[in-house]
């Protein structure tokens, strides 16, 4: 059974810290592993996604890392925001087209900013 | 450009009743998905459409149904509802069907008394 285990479950940081969250899968055929950010109430926006090939990938202060052959995954918030107060949601897709795109969401990690 | 568009934002419903939800693709996007998020969970997926074909089908009993239309804007249905059907419907578009990055759309979120 294809599954994502995300943590911790949730994290509380100052503002202006650090913070990394981590994501474990075990989805077969691996396709690509997305992260996405969703704030309270609203649908998730992609933060980045890489295939097999790619073991990190940043956008603006977030970076992802990729470790295919254990099957982890992290997401690095580098100098935390209020804003980047959310949940993020890691998301890994099955490889095989013709069986429809197949994603397997893990629960998500709530992350909040304090000032 | 507009992002996905849901509607209704927000709905309450009692139990029995039947719900339609709308959701319209990004311009050009040709697959549309439908997931459901249940408070402090990760969403699960209910349905993919592409081409206004069903190409997935999450694990729903048969009270959820979902179509496409010409314009590619799509509509799920859920019947019979119950009160574990609250939940927070969202509704992604792709260019294709497959790898392509899945947009969210704001969700629109059920209440069943």
Known sequence: KNQVEQSPQSLIILEGKNCTLQCNYTVSPFSNL?????DTGRGPVS????????NTKSNGRYTATLDA????????????????SASYICVV???????GNKLTFGGGTRVLVKP | DAGVTQSPTHLIKTRGQQ????????????????????????P????????????GRGN???????????????????????????????????????RETQYFGPGTRLLVL
């Open chain 1, 34 to 38: 997305r992260w996405y950010k969703q």
């Open chain 2, 19 to 42: 719900v339609t939800l709308r959701c319209s693709p990004i311009s050009g996007h040709k697959s549309v998905s439908w997931y459901q998020q249940v408070l402090g969970q990760g």
């Open chain 1, 47 to 54: 933060l980045t996604i890489m295939t097999f090939s790619e």
């Open chain 1, 69 to 84: 052959d254990t099957k982890q995954s992290s997401l690095h918030i580098t100098a935390s925001q209020l804003s980047d």
């Open chain 2, 44 to 55: 699960q997926f209910i349905f993919q459409y592409y081409e206004k074909e069903e190409r």
């Open chain 1, 93 to 99: 897709s099955a490889g095989i087209k013709a069986a």
């Open chain 2, 60 to 98: 729903f009993p048969d009270r959820f149904s979902a179509r496409q239309f010409p314009n590619y804007s799509s509509e799920l249905n859920v019947n019979a509802l119950l009160l574990g059907d609250s939940a927070l419907y969202l509704c992604a578009s792709s260019l294709e069907w497959g």
